[in-house]
Every structure is written in structure tokens, then in C-alpha cells.
């Protein structure tokens, strides 16, 4: 089995920071991409950050400048600073792994996993 557990958020001021983290534990091989989602009340999930298992990070338009991801291969963790935050940034924020498992008889599972999601609120 595999779990991810975020932690990091909260409320913030617009123009405020926070940093949210996501930890792999489990039967873990290998990890491929991670990543963060957020969504909002009424909205569908959306991407806000991707890296690579080689450290190549994508994000969209909305958070490009303001958002940085990044990961520790070693502890199988992934973070994700958020800078310069604005009320429309307010979400519910769930990280996920595309993670490997090897059996005993050497077949590999691969699968998405997500975490439970963290809320970030953005106000005044």
C-alpha cells in the first residue's frame, strides 16, 4: 500500500506565502511524476504544478512566476512554495504521485495516488 500525506495549509493574507508539502510512504519502487491539483467550490480540479522524476517542472499560466514545485527523491516528497497569493488562489490543494511497485516476482503496478487535500484559503 501506498499513502500520501500533505500538510502546509492554512490562511494567508493576499500577497502572502505559504509552502505546502505531500509525503510518499509505502511499497514504493520508483516515482515518476508529482504533482499538486487544486480545486474550488464549483470549479473542477485543475493543475497547478508537475515535476518530472528528472526535475523538469510545468505549471500553467494562472500560477507560472508565483508558484514553484519541487521534490526530494530521497524522501520521496514533494513541495510546493506559493508566493505572492491572491483570494482566487483559494482551493483545496491535493498533491499526487505516479508511483511504482515491484512484487516479489518481479511485475511492476503502477498507479496514481492522491492525497486528502489540504485547504488554502486567501483573504483578508
Given at each position: ?78 513541495y510546493l512554495q506559493m508566493n505572492s497569493l491572491k483570494p482566487e488562489d483559494t482551493a483545496v490543494y491535493y498533491c499526487?504521485?505516479d508511483i511504482v511497485t515491484r512484487y516479489s516476482n518481479g511485475s511492476d503496478y503502477h498507479k496514481r495516488y492522491w ?10
Open positions: 500500500q501506498v499513502q500520501l500525506a500533505e500538510s502546509g495549509g492554512g490562511l494567508v493574507q493576499p500577497g502572502g506565502s505559504l509552502r505546502l508539502s505531500c509525503a510518499a510512504s509505502g511499497s514504493i519502487f520508483s516515482i515518476l511524476t508529482m504533482g499538486w491539483y487544486r480545486q474550488a467550490p464549483g470549479k473542477e480540479r485543475e493543475l497547478v504544478a508537475a515535476v518530472t522524476s528528472g526535475g523538469i517542472p510545468n505549471y500553467p499560466d494562472s500560477v507560472k512566476g508565483r508558484f514553484t514545485i519541487s521534490r526530494d527523491n530521497g524522501r520521496n516528497t514533494v499526487n504521485s492525497g486528502q487535500g489540504t485547504q488554502v484559503t486567501v483573504s483578508s
